[in-house]
């Protein structure tokens, strides 16, 4: 049983706490939102992720998880300290560093002994040393030793508890074996693959994952774009690229783009930290330049099936940036809900989870609903902006029944194209025909 500190509680913070509590670790999750700690010590979880609060409240009756927002305490109390807070965006589209920098300087006024500093939250290269000179300027007791170690987090939203047990693997960073080891011995009750590396290449194996992911569904988007205008089919086009191992199915669904707290910033963060060190990162300027456009094409697709948007009724469904999750940063609805308003239409959402969130980030006039069935109600169009379960599986006939007109415009092709045609719908998707061929897919060799 290992004593941790996990300073945030914010996605990261939260899950990963609560999976090593899990495995039998005391964690102490902190965080300087006084709010949050108090709501998580009512049990109130403060964002919705499957499987999440169940778990949390398993491991706080256990006595293993416990909440606090005295993190100076949390330290002190702990073998070993846990960073993850956020890493934002700023202005310039830079990481935003000041609260790991702040966590760093309490981190040093609290080291009452030796201590693995671990860095979970997504950082620039060179911040772990950044991290153990704000730490060392900052001890009181200038003899205590500390290790500082990158351990980057790999989970998603939506599958964040099942992400973090089953982790493909665990990246550690260091120039110390001995947290190297401590740290992947903490993992060993997840089964998880180890690899071990220095702090810099820790670092930047995170920023070259996300960046890699969302290179290939800019490529995917892209491949999709070409096929509507000659002919092919994007789905079958991923799937039979897929096929091939070298290449793998996985990130190649096409869209409307990527979004979320992390493709976005970390995209972002890579061109500058590669600008920064003399090199004129271009196919990654790219893979961002293509997500920012693609967004656009709902719009686009929106006039060429209705011709003026102005006066017409909307129904969007889904808002949060993908499915079993309330986040909504950078969610493509944040883009194409303002101007579909813009255009003058009237929008009426619907997100199963989303909405609270939504609200506070959208023009005053949208008008949100409780089910899909009262989004479509005399609405000219549907759009889908989120391949929510709910949404997915919606009841065609009673859609076509309840709108003014029966066009649909599927940002995440999650609709199949044949049902929607025999429901009289008139359809439109990103890169897919009109109608799958008979007979098309996966056929063993005898066919
Ligand atoms: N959200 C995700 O799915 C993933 C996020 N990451 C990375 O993990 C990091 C954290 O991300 P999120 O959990 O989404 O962040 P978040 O922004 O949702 O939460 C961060 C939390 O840290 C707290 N905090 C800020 N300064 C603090 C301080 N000085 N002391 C104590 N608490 C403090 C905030 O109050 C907040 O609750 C980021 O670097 C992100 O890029 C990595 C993998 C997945
Ligand atoms: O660093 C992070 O925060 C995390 O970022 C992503 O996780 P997440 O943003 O939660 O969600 P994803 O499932 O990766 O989806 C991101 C966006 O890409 C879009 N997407 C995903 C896959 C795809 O094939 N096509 C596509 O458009 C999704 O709709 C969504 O908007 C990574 O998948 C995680 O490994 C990583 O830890």
């Given at each position: 049983m290992q004593k941790i500190a996990v300073i945030g509680t914010g996605y990261v913070g939260l899950v990963s706490g609560t999976c090593f509590a899990e495995i039998g670790n005391r964690i102490?999750?902190?965080?300087?939102?006084?709010?949050?700690?108090?709501?998580?010590?009512?049990?109130?979880?403060?964002?919705?992720?499957?499987?999440?609060?169940?778990?949390?409240?398993?491991?706080?009756?256990?006595?293993r998880l416990l909440f606090t927002s005295d993190v100076g305490a949390a330290i002190e109390a702990s073998d070993i300290v846990y960073i993850a807070v956020g890493t934002p965006m700023s202005e310039t589209g830079e990481?935003?560093?000041?609260?790991?920098k702040d966590v760093a300087r309490k981190i040093g006024e609290h080291l009452n002994g030796y201590k693995i500093i671990v860095n979970k939250s997504t950082?620039?290269?060179?911040?772990?040393?950044?991290?153990?000179?704000?730490?060392?300027?900052?001890?009181?007791?200038?003899?205590?030793?500390?290790?500082?170690?990158?351990?980057?987090?790999?989970?998603?939203?939506?599958?964040?508890?099942?992400?973090?047990?089953?982790?493909?693997?665990?990246?550690?960073?260091?120039?110390?074996?001995?947290?190297?080891?401590?740290?992947?011995?903490?993992?060993?009750?997840f089964g998880t693959r180890i690899y071990?590396?220095?702090?810099?290449?820790?670092?930047?194996?995170?920023?070259?994952?996300?960046?890699?992911?969302?290179t290939k569904i800019s490529f995917i988007n892209a491949i999709a774009n070409i096929c509507e205008r000659v002919g092919a089919d994007v789905v079958q086009v991923s799937e039979g690229m897929g096929l091939d191992s070298r290449i793998g199915g996985k990130f190649l669904q096409a869209g409307i783009g990527y979004g979320g707290s992390c493709f976005p910033k970390d995209t972002f963060a890579l061109?500058?930290?590669?600008?920064?060190?003399?090199?004129?990162?271009?196919?990654?300027?790219?893979?961002?330049?293509?997500?920012?456009?693609?967004?656009?094409?709902?719009?686009?697709k929106l006039k060429q099936a209705i011709g003026t948007i102005e006066g017409k009724r909307i129904a969007v469904l889904g808002l949060a940036f993908k499915p079993h999750t309330d986040d909504m940063r950078y969610a493509p609805s944040l883009t194409i809900v303002p101007e579909i308003v813009q255009l003058g239409a009237s929008v009426s959402a619907f997100d199963p989870i989303a909405t609270e969130t939504a609200?506070?980030?959208?023009?005053?006039?949208?008008?949100?609903?409780?089910?899909?069935?009262?989004?479509?109600?005399?609405?000219?169009?549907?759009?889908?902006?989120?391949?929510?379960?709910?949404?997915?599986?919606?009841?065609?006939?009673?859609a076509k029944r309840l709108m003014n007109a029966t066009v649909l415009i599927d940002?995440?092709?999650?609709?199949?194209?044949?049902?929607?045609?025999?429901?009289?719908?008139?359809?439109?998707?990103?890169g897919r025909r009109p109608v799958n061929v008979v007979g098309s897919g996966l056929h063993t060799a005898n066919f």
């Open positions: 102490i999750c902190c965080d300087i939102d006084e709010t949050k700690i108090a709501s998580l010590r009512r049990g109130i979880v403060p964002i919705y992720e499957p499987g999440l609060k169940e778990l949390i409240d398993k491991n706080t009756a256990a006595g990481a935003d560093m000041k609260y790991v950082v620039p290269v060179g911040t772990g040393e950044l991290v153990r000179q704000i730490v060392s300027n900052h001890r009181k007791y200038p003899s205590v030793h500390f290790d500082v170690v990158s351990n980057p987090e790999f989970l998603r939203e939506g599958s964040a508890i099942s992400d973090c047990m089953n982790m493909d693997r665990a990246v550690i960073g260091s120039s110390s074996d001995k947290a190297s080891k401590a740290i992947a011995d903490l993992h060993a009750p071990l590396t220095d702090l810099e290449s820790a670092e930047m194996i995170k920023y070259a994952a996300n960046a890699f992911l969302a061109a500058h930290i590669a600008d920064q060190s003399g090199y004129d990162f271009e196919l990654l300027k790219a893979v961002i330049r293509t997500n920012d456009k693609q967004r656009l094409i709902v719009t686009d609200k506070p980030l959208l023009p005053e006039s949208v008008r949100y609903c409780g089910t899909v069935e009262e989004a479509l109600e005399g609405c000219d169009a549907c759009v889908i902006l989120t391949e929510w379960p709910e949404i997915v599986g919606m009841d065609l006939t009673r940002g995440r092709n999650c609709i199949s194209p044949l049902s929607v045609q025999q429901h009289g719908f008139t359809y439109h998707s990103v």
